[in-house]
């Protein structure tokens, strides 16, 4: 069984704080690897992709990727309460993209309190 | 930007009655789309990827003559819940794949069965 997890939280934050969300995946041929943002009552929002191994920065986001560790972070700057939503991490199931199906996990609940 | 749009975006009718939902695909041609469902606070589930002209592939524990998947068109895959009841009550979102790009989500249909 093919596995994304993180920690459900809420993981709560002060306004203005880094806001760190983890995942760790069991699929060590996993080659794509997405931060989806969820507001309640919402579909997800597409945050982050990433590839290789490293930091991608995007404005206030940086995501990490450590596949040797099979683990990908999402780091918030600045955290705003408008960024409160659940997290999802998602993999991409298989080599190169082939199938393009992803593996969610459960998400983590962020909080950032004003 | 790519947009995936899904209809309806609520639906409410009782036991029994068979519900369609649409997922197109505004401005870009998706050879492939995929069927998720979510429960309250549990994560995406795919439920089937739908492939343009041929039959849709269905994931294990997935009912293939519940859930009824046409895409018979490159922008259009609709996903039918036949004969639904209370536990089919969820949260169905669709997405599709832009070339070159990450999934895109469409914004969800609450279906609740009475």
């Known amino acids: 069984q093919k596995e994304v997890e993180q920690n459900s939280g809420p993981l709560s934050v002060p306004e203005g704080a880094i806001a760190s969300l983890n995942c760790t995946y069991s699929d060590r041929g996993s080659q794509s690897f997405f931060w989806y943002r969820q507001y309640s009552g919402k579909s997800p929002e597409l945050i982050m992709s990433?590839?290789?191994?490293g930091d991608k920065e995007d404005g206030r986001f940086t995501a990490q990727l450590n596949k040797a560790s099979q683990y990908v972070s999402l780091l918030i700057r600045d955290s705003q309460p408008s960024d409160s939503a659940t997290y999802l991490c998602a993999v991409n199931q298989g080599w190169g993209g082939a199938t393009n199906k992803l593996i969610f996990g459960t998400g983590t609940l962020l909080a950032v309190q004003p | 930007g790519a947009v995936v749009s899904q209809h309806p975006s609520r639906v409410i009718c009782k036991s029994g009655t068979s519900v369609k939902i649409e997922c197109r695909s505004l401005d870009f041609q998706a050879t492939t789309m995929f069927w998720y469902r979510q429960f309250p606070k549990q994560s995406l589930m795919l439920m089937a990827t739908s492939n343009e002209g041929s039959k849709a592939t269905y994931e294990q524990g997935v009912e293939k003559d519940k859930f009824l998947i046409n895409h018979a068109s490159l922008t259009l895959s609709t996903l039918t819940v036949t004969s639904a009841h209370p536990e089919d009550s969820s949260f169905y979102i669709c997405?599709?794949?832009?070339?070159?790009?990450?999934?895109?989500f469409g914004d969800g249909t609450r279906l609740s069965i009475l």
């Open positions: 997405s599709a794949i832009p070339r070159n790009q990450p999934q895109h």
């Open positions: 990433i590839y290789s191994n």
